[in-house]
């Protein structure tokens, strides 16, 4: 069954450090996103991307953040300058259309 | 500011009672509604939807109702298993292929 695959799994980063973490969509989806989790807290949408740009993101995903799809199957959030607040849980989705969107197992970064 | 509501943090329910999980939403462009299930360290895991020109769908054990007018949904679970025990996060759309909202979720927990 078709999955959505993130890379690495835990990434431990310092603080003002660049990270890029890493996907592979389900391989006929249209619509790519990412969202975070911070501990404890609810599941926060931070951009979409559709057609090779950015459809949609939400204030948390400021100047700091990046989105690239480098390739026809990759699809990558680059956090610039990392801060302690940065530290979550970061899944990627992707969904066709209509219908849900497909989570992966989620990177966990931690900012020291 | 919360579209999607999800007011009861936690859920106790013995093996074989049903399990219901309510969700408000504030949005009225939202047009489709989903369940997903997350366990620890994992991403979400889609459950079941509805598009707002239904009321009701089933699947399974599952059963998800829409009340347009209230702006409200549910997640019905008939007969609740030890393995359902999870946090149960409800999300809405507004249109094809725009950003999940995600409710804060809903821990539910099922004793045998």
């Known amino acids: 069954e078709p999955e959505v695959t993130q890379t690495p799994s835990h990434q431990v980063t310092q603080m003002g450090q660049e990270v890029i973490l890493r996907c592979v969509p389900i391989s006929n989806h249209l619509y790519f996103y990412w969202y975070r989790q911070i501990l404890g807290q609810k599941v926060e949408f931070l951009v979409s991307?559709?057609?090779?740009?950015?459809?949609?993101k939400s204030e948390i995903f400021d100047d700091q953040f990046s989105v690239e799809r480098p390739d026809g199957s990759n699809f990558t959030l680059k956090i610039r300058s990392t801060k302690l607040e940065d530290s979550a849980m970061y899944f990627c989705?992707?969904?066709?259309?209509?219908?849900?969107?497909?989570f992966g197992q989620g990177t966990r970064l931690t900012v020291v | 500011d919360q579209q999607v509501k999800q007011n009861s943090p936690s859920l106790s329910v013995q093996e074989g009672r049903i399990s219901i999980l309510n969700c408000d939403y504030t949005n009225s462009m939202f047009d489709y509604f989903l369940w997903y299930k997350k366990y620890p360290a994992e991403g979400p895991t889609f459950l079941i939807s509805?598009?707002?020109?239904?009321d009701k769908n089933e699947d399974g054990r599952f059963t998800v109702f829409l009340n347009k007018s209230a702006k409200h949904l549910s997640l019905h679970i008939v007969p609740s298993q030890p393995g359902d025990s999870a946090v149960y996060f409800c999300a809405a759309s507004e249109q094809a292929g725009t950003a999940l909202i995600f409710g804060k979720g809903t821990t539910l927990s099922v004793s045998s």
């Open positions: 509805i598009s707002s020109i239904k």
């Open positions: 991307f559709y057609n090779n740009e950015i459809s949609e």
């Open positions: 989705a992707s969904r066709q259309d209509r219908g849900p969107a497909f």
